[in-house]
């Protein structure tokens, strides 16, 4: 077996969407960054995401019925940032979010987010995985043209059209 290091050197190098997970399981919002974001299935629609569980988070999610997943855009690195964060008030500035009639906070600025019912929750390690039924989503219609967002090697970056490479292009770099 590898050792976590190892692990976690290896999946540095892989660049991964980054996320914004809110919930509210009674009296108190939670707020984290997330990039292990994934689809699992269309029909039914759902989605999966980990969670450290040191995270201070980690408890009240727990205890959540539902999540916001809010898929972050470049534009929305504040927010990366703010998720990521230890030690924070992440709703003190409440002209950023709002309550959805279902209860759970939502930055409305993320052009893209879904709330979802977690279905199931997995101690996995040192991790609580959790599977969601999507049941609501929200997508701006400029929400493709945002630049996207993605985290790798313990930095940020903005992907546009100038990281754009077509088939071609890589099967020729790749052959050179």
């Known amino acids: ?65 539902s999540v916001v997943i809010h898929l972050l855009s470049a534009d929305n690195l504040d927010l990366a940032l703010l998720g990521a964060a230890s030690g924070v008030d992440r709703f003190a500035d409440e002209s950023r979010w709002q309550r959805l009639p279902t209860g759970e906070p939502v930055f409305e600025e993320v052009k893209t987010w879904m709330r979802a019912d977690i279905l199931h929750r997995v101690d996995a390690g040192g991790s609580n995985v959790f599977v969601v039924t999507i049941v609501e989503s929200s997508v701006a219609p400029d929400a493709a043209m945002c630049e996207g967002l993605v985290y790798r090697n313990r930095t940020w970056h903005r992907i546009d059209d100038s990281t754009v490479a077509s088939m071609p292009e890589l099967i020729g770099a790749s052959a050179g």
């Open 1 to 65: 077996m590898i050792t976590p290091e190892e692990f976690k050197s290896a999946f540095r190098l892989h660049p991964a969407g980054v996320a914004l997970i809110t919930a509210d399981p009674g009296g108190s919002p939670v707020a984290l960054t997330a990039s292990s974001v994934s689809a699992v299935s269309a029909d039914p629609p759902l989605a999966m995401f980990s969670v450290s569980a040191l995270s201070s988070s980690a408890r009240n999610l727990r205890k959540a019925d």
